[in-house]
């Protein structure tokens, strides 16, 4: 049992991310009070049958009165209207943090709405699965993850710190970096593989429509669904990746568009030159990539970040809220 470090935190969203926090918090004896915030009655029924919560609440601001922690665990386009709904009954000397993917846009948003007094902390806990809602959750979701920190300038050390060893407490590494500089980092590390993976799936769906409408004005007979059917590994990873929440994965393109389209011009160059190289027979410029690749994976690996089942390469996809 651990000791209370917020007396009072109110979880705005309970899907994987907030039941989570929820769970460890629980197991831990973190927080004293657990208010949980949701849109749907059925998920605040829910959370409340699953225990996670000591109180469930309808209105925003009904779940952060007289909390000492905000943390916001919906999609990052809503976080300016819920800030907006709850800033004035902040209590002060509260903190109020995040898991967005993105945190330059809730800065943005949500910075300007936050009264004297209450102090912001904007973080990303690099961890999730393809799965949603307040039954995903599970509280050894954040363990040997990373989380991110990124305080404006001029925030109180002693509540980044507070803030830091919650997430410790949750079992992150904590990393403290400039918002921009992750928005760039996380461009190419998270938000650019969901994209190539949505695109590929996307790609293979059209694909796979083609081939039936084809077979059917040939009078074939008409295999269902051959694609998914004769998945190999690395397909199915995409369809993993591609089975994230659409609504989070929406926000965090639009509210990260200038890094993700950086990132995604430098991809495009590069899969040019990979094109080339097949056209033309480079057989040493495909090796020596595939050579340089498969060391990145062995780091990634060593590093404890390939997920729980490294054996079977059967990695969590990144990170989704709800």
């Avoid at 919560?53 to 300016?80: I, K, M, R, Y």
């Avoid at 002693?158 to 079992?171: C, N």
């Avoid at 993976?197 to 429509?209: C, P, Q, R």
Wanted: aromatic fraction near 6%; charge should be negative; glycine fraction near 10%.
């Amino acid at each position: 049992m651990s000791e209370v470090l917020f007396q009072r935190v109110a979880l705005i969203g309970l899907g994987l991310e907030g039941s989570s926090l929820a769970r460890v918090m629980k197991r831990d004896g973190m927080a004293g009070h657990i208010a949980g915030c949701a849109r749907t009655r059925a998920t605040r029924d829910k959370a409340m049958e699953l225990g996670f919560v000591d109180s469930v609440h309808e209105d925003v601001a009904d779940a952060v009165a007289d909390a000492d922690l905000v943390v916001l665990c919906t999609p990052v386009s809503t976080f300016g209207d819920l800030a907006a709904r709850f800033a004035p009954v902040l209590k002060p000397g509260s903190v109020v943090t995040d898991v967005g993917s993105v945190k330059m846009a809730v800065i943005r948003d949500v910075g300007p709405l936050l009264p004297a007094g209450v102090h912001f902390v904007p973080g990303h806990p690099v961890a999730g699965t393809e799965h949603s809602g307040p039954e995903s959750g599970f509280p050894e979701l954040f363990e040997h993850r990373y989380c991110i920190l990124t305080p404006p300038p001029g925030t109180d050390r002693d509540m980044v710190a507070k803030v830091a060893e919650f997430w410790r407490r949750a079992g992150s590494m904590v990393e403290f970096m400039d918002a921009h500089h992750h928005d760039r980092v996380l461009a190419i590390t998270s938000h650019l593989p969901h994209l190539i993976a949505y695109s590929i799936v996307g790609t293979a769906a059209d694909l796979e429509s083609q081939l039936r409408r084809e077979a059917v004005e040939n009078g074939d007979v008409v295999e269902t669904r051959e694609v998914i059917k004769y998945s190999a590994g690395g397909f199915r990873d995409f369809t993993r990746i591609a089975g994230s929440d659409p609504v989070m994965w929406r926000d965090v393109f639009l509210n990260n568009r200038e890094a993700v389209l950086e990132m995604l011009g430098r991809f495009v160059e590069d899969l040019t030159a990979l094109q080339r190289a097949i056209r033309w027979g480079e057989g040493e410029t495909l090796e020596d990539l595939f050579r340089r690749t498969r060391e990145v994976r062995r780091g990634v690996v060593e590093m404890g970040q390939a997920g729980r089942f490294i054996a079977t390469e059967a990695e969590d996809s990144g990170e989704t809220e709800s």
